[in-house]
């Protein structure tokens, strides 16, 4: 029997895996420069996908990606780099409650580029949960 469906289950672990990235960010931030420790984060990823793409046989010709597939993966791609940095350098100078909560804001601005750009209905109960995030946010940066 299945519990739960499989994109909730890698939802959750991305959730979990993001909750980890933030403590071992902080603590790897702490005596290097941030862009520096970004670029070793980058490393990282890159040699693990790598691992899996091999280990699972899933590399593809490059040519047999079309050019939209193209021009969206590198877009974001760059939009991936630049919240990184930002992300990187914003725990290296603030206390990680403040961070994380401010970062989770994509959720409710994924939401709304979703419903404008990819015209993805939300119900109310979207609407409401990501009114939520943006209210926690706010909650934690006032203390």
């Known amino acids: 029997m299945k519990l739960l469906p499989n994109w909730q289950m890698y939802a959750l672990g991305s959730a979990f895996f993001a909750g980890l990235t933030v403590l071992f960010g902080k603590i790897g931030v702490m005596n290097i420069n941030s862009n520096l420790a970004t670029f070793i984060r980058t490393i990282c990823v890159i040699a693990m996908t790598a691992g899996i793409l091999c280990w699972r046989n899933e590399w593809q010709m490059p040519q047999t990606i079309d050019m939209k597939t193209w021009v969206f993966l590198l877009l ?15 725990i290296q100078l603030g206390p990680i409650s403040k ?45």
């Open 76 to 90: 974001s791609g760059m939009a991936t780099g630049l919240s990184w940095l930002c992300y990187y350098r914003a």
């Open 99 to 143: 961070v994380a909560s401010v970062d989770k804001l994509s959720v409710a601005l994924a939401i709304i580029f979703g419903i404008i750009f990819l015209g993805e209905k939300a119900s109310w109960q979207v609407l409401l949960g990501s009114a939520l995030v943006v209210i926690g946010a706010v909650v934690i940066l006032s203390i």
